[in-house]
């Protein structure tokens, strides 16, 4: 079992920064793959960004420029630096690994609001 919690989140106006936390605990020798996903009311969940074990990233094309993921494995954390904020980024945001097994493990959320 992987236990992951997000911080971070927080009310900020658009063209802001936020920097997204993710600590993950268990099992973590089996920690392969890990990603930020949001959502949006209303909305279907969406991949964010990803990042591998060996630090190969991915993004949405909607924040490409403006997001960076990084992950520390010695720390077993990942961040998401958001900069550049739009109200459109609006979501609940959620940490997400999976392991060795391609078992799926999700955080609780934290919630980005941002205003116009």
């Known amino acids: 079992q992987v236990q992951l919690v997000e911080s971070g989140g927080g009310l900020v106006q658009a063209g802001g920064s936020l920097r997204l936390s993710c600590a993950a605990s268990?099992?973590?020798?089996?920690?392969?793959?890990m990603g930020w996903y949001r959502q949006a009311p209303g909305k279907q969940r969406e991949l964010v960004a990803g990042?591998?074990?060996?630090?190969?990233?991915n993004y949405a094309d909607s924040v490409k420029g403006r997001f960076t993921i990084s992950r520390d494995n010695a720390k077993n954390m990942v961040y998401l630096q958001m900069n550049s904020l739009k109200p459109e980024d609006t979501a609940v945001y959620f940490c997400?690994?999976?392991?060795?097994?391609?078992?799926?493990?999700w955080g609780q959320g934290t919630q980005v609001t941002v205003s116009s």
């Open positions: 997400n690994a999976n392991d060795k097994w391609l078992v799926d493990y």
């Open positions: 268990g099992m973590l020798f089996s920690i392969r793959d």
């Open positions: 990042i591998t074990w060996g630090g190969t990233t």
